[in-house]
Each structure stands twice: as C-alpha cells, then as structure tokens.
C-alpha cells in the first residue's frame, strides 16, 4: 500500500502533527506482511526518517516522486532535470507572495515554497498564476499545491511514475495495491491502483475519482479506511 503523509498521515490537513492511531494502524498492516510505502513531496531524508521510526517496511517515494529510496535497492532518481534554477527565479520575483523552505537544502529535483501568511487566503489563486509563470517561461518545468507548499519540479516527476516503478521493480500488480491520499496532487499516483481511498475532507477531484472514502479527516481517515481494506486485522 501506498499513502500520503501531509494531510493524511497527520491528525488533520494543515498540521504538522503525526496521528499516532495511524502510525499503529499502518504498523499493524506492515507486520502482517504488507509492504507500506510513504508517498510525499517532501524532502528525502524527512520521509525516509518517517518511515524508519514508524516501523514501515516498503519503498520511500519523497519530492512529488523525483526520487525513491529502499534499503536494497539504495536511491534511484528518477527526475530528467531539477527545478533548482527555476525555484531561484521564483524566490526571487515573487518575494512579495512565497518565501524559501527550510527543505531545500536537503532537495536535488523538487523544491518547496511556502505562500506567505497574509496571502495564504488566495493560495490556488497564486499556485495558477505561478504554474502558468513557469509552464511560459521555463519548458518542461511546472508548479503544484499541495495544500502546505508549492512545489516546482521537471513535468517528468510524479508520484504516479515513482509508484508505478516501485510495482514494477517489486513485481506487485496495480490492482493489488492500496493507496490513500487527500490532496489532487495524489491522484495522480491513487488513479493507477485497484483500491483507491480518500480520507474525509479531500480535494473533490480526488474523492471523486475513488472506490473508498473515509468520513474521518488525516490520520483518523486512514485509520477508517485501514479497517475496510484489511477487515480481519482490526
């Protein structure tokens, strides 16, 4: 199984706080044999971290898919390009709307902006208006909201590629896999499985596309989906 970690993982959408009745969930399932794979655009070393005290078992996907991380297969990068320049350039002309994230010093292909507090309220206003900037002036290159951050990468980075090569390299098929997002930037990699969930409160785009849907937000919704997939464990 495949899941999101912010907005997903964490109590609920906005905050940084890891639910700790999914952490014991996804534990649970990883115990029995399932192979649990933290998705997220966030810096390698945070996830893989994540996944390492949680006690998580599967492959690490980190920076919107750009790189993958397992223990027997080391890291494998899948990006053709890094948004590293085109960050820069978006720093450093939309001052006035983004600031820097402390994450991108950990980053090769990814790269996080975070929309400043007095203009959050217009956040998907400002996440267009920077994608069509960039898909204009920078070929190749675009920008996603994930809710927490802005995210500029090559148009080659995607969750679903990354997954789609960790089921190939594990010889697992699609419709097999369990996975579990919030955020229309999940869809991507939720729209290629058998079993597609939605913790309460998601994106409209995302719920819309799924076979499962928790009432529950973040890690409560996890937890309620967990029960429905994997009935006898619980």
């Not at 809710?147 to 697992?172: E, P, T």
């Amino acid at each position: 199984m495949f899941t999101d970690v912010d907005g997903t993982l964490t109590v609920d959408r906005g905050s940084y706080l890891i639910s700790l009745e999914a952490v014991d969930a996804l534990r649970r399932v990883a115990e029995r044999g399932v192979l649990v794979s933290l998705v997220s655009s966030n810096a390698l070393p945070v996830v893989v971290g994540l996944s390492r005290y949680m006690g998580l078992n599967g492959p690490v996907i980190a920076e919107s898919g750009a790189l993958v991380y397992y223990d027997e297969w080391g890291l494998v990068e899948l990006a053709d390009k890094s948004a590293r320049y085109v960050y820069h350039d978006i720093l450093e002309r939309f001052s006035e709307f983004v600031e820097d994230s402390w994450q991108n010093r950990f980053r090769l292909y990814d790269f996080a902006l975070r929309i400043r507090g007095e203009h959050r309220g217009r956040a998907a206003v400002l996440a267009e208006e920077l994608k069509e900037y960039v898909e204009f002036n920078f070929s190749g290159f675009t920008v996603d909201y994930s809710g927490y951050a802005l995210h500029v990468h090559s148009k080659s980075v995607s969750k679903g590629v990354a997954v789609d090569y960790v089921l190939r390299r594990l010889g697992v098929s699609s419709e097999e896999a369990l996975g579990v997002g919030d955020s229309v930037m999940d869809l991507d990699f939720i729209k290629r499985l058998g079993f597609k969930a939605a913790v309460g409160g998601s994106d409209r785009e995302l719920v819309e596309a799924c076979n499962i849907r928790a009432a529950s937000p973040g890690g409560r919704g996890l937890v309620e989906i967990l029960r429905k997939v994997f009935e006898e464990w619980f």
